[in-house]
């Protein structure tokens, strides 16, 4: 019997866990490989020591089968996470190909509504579930991943590919001490979590502002962000929570102060965003389902007309 291969893609923050945690207990598998495709310094660390996790007082070390920027050294996985930003996304999945066969099931755990359709989109054919990560966790150098937030879940599945499989990865995972669920409606779950990372993204980078400073000051525009997106998910038949408006901002008033999101953050280096996928994906949405959402389009305008967002005073 051949052994079950799970290669993971992008090992920042996310995937530097998730593949850390799975490096580390299928390290002498004699049933599981792990891979890494990463690049530059931190592929460097990698093979010389490995993948190191710090999370609270505790440090979890790993080595995977084989840490690689050439997937033709692979060769086709049974498991491939995707753990890239989503601007990366069609440029990461073209340079991936050695990897993905037939049988390749991709699982996405990227930041957006649409992950999935737009993989089935660049791959037609491909098996595609759909997957999102509740985690704070950030890449502080090469090879070395600190996981800062008390929550650590995973959500993945389809809700119209093999069950059997399915219930396989989450026995992989859960093996590795990863705490994973695979939801009745995988989708629903998608759109939950995309309303927190989306309302929040929008606009601490439209604020310049950590998330504690935006909902001190700025709670009414989180609200509206929240009334809009929840509008657009139910027109496209997403039920919602009723209170998740302000569930949401909740849960966000639990990060610790000056805790920010990766779309700020890129904006502050002056990087590539996420906005097309965050923001402006809802503007679209809403544009074709004929629902208003004035202050999305206000901020989406703002965040595009300008290299780097307003101020907050």
């Given at each position: 019997?051949?052994k079950?291969?799970?290669?993971?893609?992008?090992?920042?923050?996310v995937?530097?866990y998730?593949g850390?945690?799975?490096a580390?207990?299928?390290?002498?598998s004699?049933?599981v490989d792990?891979?890494?495709?990463?690049?530059?310094?931190?592929?460097?660390a990698?093979?010389?020591n490995g993948?190191?996790?710090k999370?609270?007082?505790?440090?979890?070390a790993?080595k995977?089968?084989?840490?690689?920027?050439n997937?033709e050294?692979?060769?086709?996985?049974d498991?491939?996470?995707c753990?890239?930003k989503?601007?990366?996304?069609?440029d990461?999945l073209?340079h991936?190909?050695?990897?993905?066969g037939?049988?390749?099931v991709?699982?996405p755990?990227l930041?957006?509504?649409?992950i999935?359709?737009?993989i089935?989109?660049?791959?037609?054919?491909?098996?595609a579930?759909?997957?999102?990560?509740?985690?704070?966790?950030r890449?502080?150098?090469p090879?070395?991943v600190?996981k800062?937030?008390?929550k650590?879940?995973?959500l993945?599945?389809s809700?119209?590919?093999?069950?059997?499989q399915?219930?396989?990865?989450?026995?992989?995972?859960?093996?590795?001490?990863?705490f994973?669920?695979?939801?009745?409606?995988?989708?629903?779950?998608i759109?939950?979590k995309?309303?927190?990372?989306s309302?929040a993204?929008?606009?601490?980078?439209?604020?310049?502002?950590?998330?504690?400073?935006?909902?001190e000051?700025?709670s009414?525009?989180?609200?509206?962000?929240?009334?809009e997106?929840?509008?657009?998910a139910?027109?496209?038949?997403i039920?919602?929570?009723?209170?998740?408006?302000?569930?949401?901002i909740?849960?966000?008033?639990?990060m610790?102060?000056?805790?920010?999101t990766s779309?700020?953050?890129?904006?502050?280096?002056?990087s590539?965003?996420?906005i097309?996928n965050?923001?402006?994906?809802?503007?679209r949405?809403?544009?074709a389902?004929g629902v208003?959402?004035?202050?999305?389009?206000?901020?989406?305008?703002?965040?595009?007309?300008?290299p780097?967002?307003?101020?907050?005073?």
């Amino acid at each position: 019997m051949s052994k079950i291969k799970i290669v993971i893609s992008g090992i920042g923050g996310v995937g530097g866990y998730y593949g850390g945690l799975l490096a580390a207990h299928y390290e002498n598998s004699k049933n599981v490989d792990i891979h890494f495709v990463s690049r530059g310094e931190n592929l460097k660390a990698i093979r010389e020591n490995g993948i190191q996790i710090k999370r609270s007082f505790r440090k979890i070390a790993g080595k995977p089968k084989l840490a690689t920027d050439n997937p033709e050294e692979i060769g086709q996985a049974d498991y491939l996470f995707c753990c890239t930003k989503s601007y990366d996304l069609e440029d990461n999945l073209r340079h991936l190909s050695p990897v993905i066969g037939k049988q390749t099931v991709i699982i996405p755990l990227l930041n957006g509504a649409d992950i999935t359709e737009q993989i089935r989109q660049i791959l037609p054919g491909s098996r595609a579930w759909q997957g999102c990560v509740y985690i704070g966790a950030r890449l502080v150098a090469p090879g070395l991943v600190e996981k800062f937030s008390l929550k650590d879940k995973m959500l993945f599945g389809s809700n119209d590919d093999d069950k059997e499989q399915q219930q396989q990865l989450y026995t992989l995972l859960n093996n590795a001490r990863i705490f994973a669920s695979i939801p009745d409606d995988i989708n629903t779950e998608i759109w939950k979590k995309f309303f927190m990372i989306s309302t929040a993204a929008t606009i601490t980078s439209y604020f310049n502002a950590p998330i504690n400073e935006v909902i001190e000051k700025h709670s009414d525009f989180f609200i509206m962000l929240g009334y809009e997106l929840q509008s657009v998910a139910e027109a496209k038949g997403i039920v919602l929570p009723d209170d998740i408006v302000f569930n949401s901002i909740k849960s966000q008033q639990m990060m610790p102060n000056g805790s920010t999101t990766s779309m700020h953050a890129d904006f502050k280096r002056g990087s590539k965003t996420e906005i097309e996928n965050l923001t402006g994906y809802v503007i679209r949405e809403a544009e074709a389902l004929g629902v208003e959402v004035p202050t999305y389009q206000f901020i989406y305008k703002g965040l595009t007309r300008f290299p780097y967002p307003c101020n907050n005073d």
